[in-house]
């Protein structure tokens, strides 16, 4: 059974700290993606990731993917309060058909000031 | 501008009264798909569509329909609406399925009694 596992689920900081979010994934995908929930609100694309080493960044946020230990993190830097969402990490299934996204369950990051 | 929509945003229906939630992008995308969000689940996938009339099955397909007769729209069926498909509902597309722009739509909260 193919899974992708994140954690923490719930993940609590105070601005300015730094924190790491993990997930693992069972497929041999060389790709994982990064999305953005706010609460009642629909998805957004934050990283894609396409090889091994890949390592993206865009404001407090950065994404890696390293495939040989099908381990992808989300390292946020001195957290803000409108970092508080909730984040879904993704991987494709490629063992059949090539459209089968599956999440992980979400880790819900909450920034306190 | 760019988007995916859907419609109904919010469903209150009951047992087996059909029921079809429209989805429609208007960005000429190649790849659509439909996903189900469940609190302690994540989102799971249910169909998805890489082109006209290719169709395929993601991780829970029972209890759904999909067609994909025009390239803008995907519609998502539910011929006999069971209380364990109340759920919010997110309709997605891609240039192509490994795309980095993926788009969802605002989510349609369906309630089944």
């Known amino acids: 059974e193919l899974k992708v596992e994140q954690n923490p689920l719930f993940l609590s900081m105070q601005e300015g700290k730094n924190y790491t979010i993990y997930c693992n994934y069972s497929t041999t995908s060389d790709r994982l993606y990064w999305y953005r929930q706010d609460p009642g609100k629909s998805l957004e694309s934050l990283f894609v990731?396409?090889?091994?080493?890949a390592v993206k960044q865009e404001g407090r946020l950065m994404a890696s993917l390293d495939t040989k230990a099908r381990l992808s993190t989300l390292h946020i830097t001195a957290a803000v309060h409108d970092l508080s969402a909730t984040y879904f990490c993704a991987d494709r299934d490629y063992g059949g058909s090539q459209g089968n996204l599956i999440f992980g369950k979400g880790t819900k990051l909450s920034v306190k000031p | 501008e760019a988007q995916v929509t859907q419609n109904p945003r919010y469903l209150i229906t009951v047992t087996g009264k059909k029921l079809t939630v429209t989805c429609s992008q208007n960005?000429?995308?190649?790849?659509m798909s439909w996903y189900r969000q469940d609190p302690g689940l994540g989102l799971r996938q249910i169909y998805y569509?890489?082109?006209?009339?290719?169709?395929d099955k993601g991780d829970v397909p029972e209890g759904y329909k999909v067609s994909r007769k025009e390239k803008r729209n995907f519609p998502l069926i539910l011929e006999s609406p069971s209380p364990n498909q109340t759920s919010l509902y997110f309709c997605?597309?891609?240039?192509?399925?490994?795309?980095?722009?993926?788009?969802f739509g605002p989510g349609t909260r369906l309630t089944v009694t």
């Open positions: 960005m000429n995308h190649e790849y």
């Open positions: 990731l396409l090889s091994n080493g």
């Open positions: 997605a597309s891609s240039p192509h399925p490994d795309s980095y722009e993926q788009y």
């Open positions: 569509s890489m082109n006209v009339e290719v169709t």
